[in-house]
């Protein structure tokens, strides 16, 4: 009697510890704007794991590239009583709503990925946006162009010293898409090269979209004209080089090939950098970017020093995590 007794008293404790555990443990609404994307793969994952390490919990939804899903989806969380959010919006211009909501409700917002502007940051104390300076793997990107170019006499295949590229743009309006489409060109002008845009076009981060723009492009400028591909990502990149191999292009012969750049280091772009068809890439660092997205919201949702976190706080708003170009050596 007296041990079953001391066993069911051992049980109620654990279970009223493990209530108390639960009761304390953060719980975090992460929104992502579409699942199916390489790089947001990337930073789920990162994510999630750093939510394990802190023993946070983490809900993450996919907001499947509509504005007005991800927004039911933000109302579901404040209503569940999430300690914090993670948004990584579908609409970065629409924003200010978002963060409206999570200020009425008194939650700290820490945005991903796709910046809202300053002043909606500056309507929250709570707001925060985590992300890498979008013009610096612009600048990076043409960097690998213009430095390939000069390595290389034969990579201007008409003679005329200039450079005729084809530029692959992601989804309008994201940072992404508006500062990396002007820093690579700006940068091989930097590198003292006349760039000359022979077309360009959206593929919305998208590896069809640009295997599809891009075929249409050799078709109606001809391969032979086309000195270099810039694209905004590396699935667009290799999108791109899809097409090029229809064309007998950047299948390892020499005299067939054209660079192509993309920006994330997503393993499939390393892949084809070690094969020879792609020349290189920008890291988008998504592990440190969803690691400090996680340990930010934690921080901020259990009144811990947001200092402490790891990682520098710039104007208390924001955490920007380094670019970084990524060659396999044919550069040199
Ligand atoms: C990445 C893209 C990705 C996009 C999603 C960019 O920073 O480079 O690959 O599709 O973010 O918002
Ligand atoms: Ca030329």
């Known amino acids: 009697m007296r041990k079953i007794f001391l066993i069911t008293l051992t049980f109620l404790l654990i279970l009223s510890f493990s209530a108390i555990a639960h009761a304390d443990e953060i719980k975090i609404g992460a929104c992502i704007y579409r699942f199916n994307d390489a790089f947001m793969l ?77 002043e909606m940051l500056a309507s929250y104390e709570k707001a925060y946006y985590i992300g890498a300076k979008a013009e610096e793997s612009g600048t990076e990107a043409g960097e690998l162009i213009a430095e390939y170019f000069k390595a290389h006499p034969e990579a201007d295949k008409n003679h005329d010293g200039k450079l005729q590229f084809v530029l692959l743009k992601g989804q309008n309006g994201h940072q992404d898409m508006i500062l990396r489409s002007k820093y690579s060109v700006e940068a091989i002008k930097n590198a003292g090269i006349e760039p000359v845009e ?31 591909v810039i694209a905004n990502n590396d699935e667009m990149a290799l999108g791109a080089i899809e097409a090029l191999k229809n064309s007998d292009y950047n299948k390892g012969d020499k005299d067939f090939y054209i660079p192509v750049v993309g920006v994330d280091a997503n393993a499939s772009a390393l892949d084809a950098m070690d094969k020879g068809e792609m020349l290189g890439t920008v890291l988008n660092d998504a592990d440190n970017q969803g690691t400090a997205a996680v340990r930010l919201a934690n921080a901020l949702a259990s009144g811990k020093d947001i200092k402490a976190i790891g990682y520098e706080i710039t104007d208390n708003k924001y955490i920007w995590i380094p670019y970084q170009k990524v060659t396999r050596g044919e550069n040199k």
Do not use: C, H, Y
């Not at 939804?61 to 509509?66: F, I, K, L, N, P």
């Not at 007005?68 to 990584?88: M, P, R, S, W, Y």
């Not at 593929?203 to 004209?225: S, V």
């Open 198 to 228: 022979l077309a360009s076009a959206i593929a919305n981060w998208d590896k069809l979209q640009a295997m599809q723009i891009m075929n249409a492009f050799t078709m109606a400028l001809g391969p032979e004209n086309i000195e270099a």
């Open 42 to 118: 990337r930073f789920r994952n990162a994510m999630s794991a750093e939510s394990e390490k802190l023993g946070a919990k983490i809900e993450i939804v996919d907001g499947r590239d509509d504005p007005t899903t991800q927004n039911e989806q933000i109302d579901n969380f404040i209503t569940a009583g999430v300690n914090v959010l993670i948004i990584n919006p579908v609409d970065r211009m629409a924003a200010q709503p978002m963060i409206d909501k999570a200020k009425a409700a008194n939650i700290p917002v820490v945005f991903i990925n796709r910046e809202p502007t300053e």
